[in-house]
């Protein structure tokens, strides 16, 4: 097993860009996807990244995905911040024993 | 247009049962693996259940198994997951998931319910 490990909170001021990082505890980063979501206060989660670095449709161009290897992390970059980017987000990947893996979830706060 | 409503959350006691729903409309529901993931107050998501589109397949959290059982009844486009000895530790919102399968064979969710709120509290 493994566990994805995130910060707990990130702040930046609207407009500047933001990168929220996941890291793998065991195991390479790259054996798996990574995919990210978005939950809004008192929202469903959406879909913001999938596949380490695929935007949904509806998704703007502004939030894009990565994965390094020599840190073995995936991480969630949202550039040009709005006020409507604050939220919750989280990683997830797959693992054989637990098919599901979340990462604890970094809040955004937009100030 | 893909929907997911949940339905059947509410204040249980600690040992007691609960069942809650998950009703899917704008979709051909029963091609679609599906998930449970839970979000406990202060804390992030944690899956706990996986049922294929067939239901052949089956998953469960170790949080979740042996007390926890995901069904569903394509005909009623409907995913279910029935909470045995619930415990205080369960409390929390409760979605459903559609799993989404690229060309490649990998997956992710493409969409998630409001869910529904669980507490278990004496």
């Known amino acids: 097993n493994f566990m994805l490990t995130q910060p707990h909170s990130v702040s930046e001021s609207p407009g500047k860009t933001v990168t929220i990082s996941c890291t793998r505890s065991?195991?390479?980063?790259?054996?798996?996807?990574v995919q990210w979501y978005q939950q809004r206060p008192g929202r469903a989660p959406t879909t913001v990244i999938y596949?380490?670095?695929?935007?949904p449709s509806g998704v703007p161009d502004r939030f894009s995905g990565s994965i390094d290897r020599s840190s073995n992390s995936a991480s969630l970059t949202i550039s040009g911040l709005r006020t409507e980017d604050e939220a919750d987000y989280y990683c997830?990947?797959?693992?054989?024993?637990?098919?599901?893996?979340f990462g604890g979830g970094t809040k955004l706060t937009v100030l | 247009e893909v929907q997911l409503m949940e339905s059947g959350g509410g204040l249980v006691q600690p040992g007691r049962s609960l069942r809650v729903s998950c009703a899917a409309s704008?979709?051909?529901?029963?091609?679609?693996?599906m998930n449970w993931v839970r979000r406990a107050p202060g804390k992030g998501l944690e899956w706990i259940a996986y049922?294929?589109?067939?239901?052949?397949?089956?998953f469960y959290a170790e949080s979740v198994k042996g007390r926890f059982t995901v069904s569903r009844d394509n005909a009623k486009n409907s995913l279910y997951l029935q909470l045995n000895s619930l415990s205080v530790e369960d409390t929390a919102v409760y979605y459903c998931?559609?799993?989404?399968?690229?060309?490649?064979?990998?997956?992710?969710?493409?969409?998630w319910g409001r869910g529904t709120l669980v507490t278990v509290s004496s």
């Open positions: 704008g979709f051909t529901f029963s091609s679609y693996e």
């Open positions: 997830q990947s797959y693992d054989t024993s637990i098919p599901w893996v």
């Open positions: 049922i294929s589109a067939s239901v052949r397949s089956i």
């Open positions: 998931a559609r799993i989404r399968r690229s060309n490649n064979g990998y997956y992710h969710i493409d969409y």
């Open positions: 596949e380490d670095n695929l935007r």
């Open positions: 065991s195991g390479s980063i790259a054996s798996n996807y």
